[in-house]
């Protein structure tokens, strides 16, 4: 299968805060991150569906890793898993 990625994956744990204003708030953490999405494990079985554009704040331990959250939309659905695209500003 050719690669058709853009951008190249980095292996990362990020805690992340999902919301939409039919859902509220979703907590997952990422499994990677590139410049063009994440891949995130969600910690419920509730996950928004695929095309839906999401808010999303990424977070440390001790502080927030953006201030303001960042439109992303989400490409794709498996059990509990998100591939998610940033969105442009």
Known sequence: ??????????????RVEIS???FGFLIGSTTD???G???????SSVVPPEGT???VR????VAQVNDKPVAMRVMH?????????????
């Open 77 to 89: 659905v498996h059990k509990n898993t998100l591939g998610l695209m940033f969105l442009p500003r």
């Open 58 to 61: 990424f977070k440390k331990i």
């Open 33 to 35: 991150i590139s410049d």
């Open 1 to 14: 299968m050719q690669e058709r990625r853009k951008f190249e994956r980095r292996s990362s744990s990020i």
């Open 20 to 22: 939409h204003p039919s």
């Open 37 to 43: 999405g994440a891949r995130v494990l969600m910690e």
């Open 53 to 55: 554009d999401v808010k």
